[in-house]
T-cell receptor, first 114, second 113 residues
């Protein structure tokens, strides 16, 4: 059983650029969520994908978007990067519909915007 | 909207001492509660969870937590802390309707030799 994997591990971008982060869900999990964790903070929910559609969203602007693919992997895209977007981005997967199933997290992608 | 409060930003204990990390939540329905641990530069690892039933739940690494509905609390405990327990600890509540985990701001644990 493979866990949640994210790529890249680290990334440096310039303000105004666009970035794509990738996540492979744990085997058997069909729901993927993304979280942003700023330095010294707890993770903040960005959105969730199930059946290739966004079905839950936190308080993030539209320049944060995502995709889910038929194999349940997912991408997080951020356009027009701002300095405040610098954070650890965490992906989590779980099996939809089973409330007793906890979310499993990847190691994260550390994004630095300069 | 749900929320989680972890009142202690930083706790320092000596190795072998007992530990209690506090967590208070606000949620309108029966809460699904979690404790996660995060080592520097790492993702989150689940320590334990509460969904229903016995209010004292056991987790990995010798941790346990007690759910107290009357106090809206879910405190994490360990009888004897090891140096490897030094990390940041996050309490979280899951909202099925919002499809999200809401995390507290975390408690940084330092363990003295």
């Amino acid at each position: 059983e493979t866990g949640v994997t994210q790529s890249p591990t680290h990334l440096i971008k310039t303000r105004g650029q666009q970035v794509t982060l990738r996540c492979s869900s744990q085997s058997g999990h069909n729901t993927v969520s993304w979280y942003q964790q700023a330095l010294g903070q707890g993770p903040q929910f960005i959105f969730q994908y199930y059946r290739e559609e966004e079905n839950g969203r936190g308080n993030f602007p539209p320049r944060f978007s995502g995709l889910q693919f038929p194999n349940y992997s997912s991408e997080l895209n951020v356009n027009a990067l701002e300095l405040d977007d610098s954070a650890l981005y965490l992906c989590a997967s779980r099996q939809h519909g089973q409330m007793n199933t906890e979310a499993f997290f990847g190691q994260g992608t550390r994004l630095t915007v300069v | 909207a749900q929320s989680v409060t972890q009142p202690d930003i930083h706790i320092t204990v000596s190795e072998g001492a007992s530990l209690e990390l506090r967590c208070n939540y606000s949620y309108g329905a029966t809460p699904y509660l979690f404790w996660y641990v995060q080592s520097p530069g790492q993702g989150l690892q689940l320590l334990l969870k509460y969904f229903s039933g016995d209010t004292l739940v056991q987790g990995i690494k010798g941790f346990e937590a007690e759910f107290k509905r009357s106090q809206s609390s879910f405190n994490l405990r360990k009888p004897s802390v090891h140096w490897s327990d030094a990390a940041e600890y996050f309490c979280a509540v899951f909202s099925g309707s919002a499809r999200q985990l809401t995390f507290g701001s975390g408690t940084q644990l330092t363990v003295l030799p």
